[in-house]
Structure formats: structure tokens, C-alpha cells
């Protein structure tokens, strides 16, 4: 895809009106009629779905697009928090609990939960609270067209100073490489210091990128990593994984020159011998 069309369709997601897309997740046919009749004169609301049980709502919200979810928390065999275990976080909608005991509040919010109300659902209380629930979901989507432009202007920079040659013939500018790596965090762009990263993994089309407070996976290439990564901080100790030599603690050799790394949290990473000279290298110049 190129700058025109990702471009564009940012530019179409910012103008284009606010809708959502609601659905109703309860046992009682009363509740859910309730509900309804207090969106059904909503112009902002597109669409009203509705499921009787927490399976069709598990069913529902892992094959259709949804926005806001009135979600009942007791009902029979999977309750509303079930529901929501089966969810990765980008399935995850807006959530309004609805309870008919005030002492799910806390577990609710625990749950990510924008608001929970209390049945019988009295109406102004459910118009303050759909308010905040759409105003959560408007935010959601300006930190998804955020995510978006920083993941293009990461990968396609609106200027690349070209590298000069050294007196010792090394091409490599010290500005080519990465400071900081834009990053999803449950539909947040996360900015992070490229210096605060441990070690990176491949985990088939991504990238495991480790910090001390966080993992995170960014869809990216090793040999990219590797090529936009500062080689005096980051080294490549197997074709998988990439460390920062400021982290490694020591090295365990094995046989057939194989061995691991140390880190100083503890954890034990394997290198290969195609790397091993590298590695001890760059150790070196470290003290």
C-alpha cells in the first residue's frame, strides 16, 4: 500500500461522522427492550444487534465489528465476564456492564469496564453513560489513526540523511539508526526509547520486543531490525534474536561453541557459534 492510499484513508477516517455499531448481550428479553428503546432514536447509533446468552455473544463479537456492548454480567453457564476472557484486546469493545448487584461494580471497572449500570436501568443514568461510552470509542479510533500515521512515517520517513563515508570506509551514520520505535499497546501507539530494549525475538511475523516493564510485538522483519538498530547497542546472538549488550551479564559456553547469554534480570538467551566472535567482541569494547 502506498503513502496516497494509507494517506487517504486516514484522512477519510478524521471526516467521516461518528456511528456505532451497539450490541445487547442479556437473558432477560425485558432488559434488552429496555435498552433498545432508549437507542433506537439515537442518530448516532448505526446499528442495534442483540444476543440472548454470553455463547452468541462470544460468537457475535469475534465475527462482526462492534463499537459499544451492553453487557449483562449474570447469566446462565458463561457470564459477562467470560465473555470477555475470550477476547483478544483488539476485540475487546466498549463495555457497559449491566448488573442487578452493586457488588460486581468494582470487578467490573477491573475488567476495563467504561461505566456499569444497575437494573432496572433508570434513563438518565443511561445517557450519561452511553455519552462516556462513545466518547471512549471516538478516542479509541483518533489512537488508532494515530498508531497508524506513526507506523508509516516510522517506516517511511519524510527525510533519511544519506550516510557519508568514514576515514575507515564504514558507511553506517550513526543518524540512519532507530531512537525510538512507535509500538501497539491495546490500540495505543506506545513511543519507546530504543536504548530501553532488552532483546528481540521472532515470533513468525512479528517481533517480540522485550523491555523490563513490558513485551510488545511489532510486525517487522529481523534483518529490518537489525539494519535500523545501533550495531554498538544491539547485536544479533542468533538468527531469532537480537540483545542489547548492555543487559548481558555473562556468557555460558557449551559445546560446539553454542552457548547462552545472561541478562541481568536473570533471563538466559541461546547464541549460536556463527555469532560468537561478534559477541565477544562487542563485550570487549563494552569495558
Known sequence: MDSTTI?????????????????????????????????????????????VNGFEAVEFLHTTPTDIVFLDIQMPKMNGFDVLQTLEPSQIPVVVFITAFDRYALKAFDSSAVDYLLKPVEEE????????AKKMRRQQKIDNITTRLLEFLNENPLYTQQPTESESGDTHNANEYWEHITLNSRGRAVVVKTQDI???EADTYYAEIHTKQKTYLLRERMHILEMRLDPTIFLRIHRSIIVNVNVIQELQHFTHSDGVVVLT?????????TYKSRLQAALNLRH
Open 7 to 51: 494517506l487517504s484513508r486516514v484522512a477519510e477516517a478524521v471526516a467521516t461522522p461518528n456511528r456505532y455499531n451497539v450490541l445487547l448481550v442479556d437473558d432477560e428479553d425485558l432488559a434488552r427492550q429496555n435498552i433498545r428503546l432508549m437507542l433506537q432514536d439515537d442518530r448516532e447509533i448505526a446499528s442495534i444487534s442483540e444476543c
Open 265 to 273: 534480570d536473570g533471563t538466559k538467551l541461546k547464541f549460536t557459534r
Open 198 to 200: 532488552d532483546w528481540i
Open 125 to 132: 443514568r443511561f445517557f450519561q453513560t452511553l455519552e462516556r
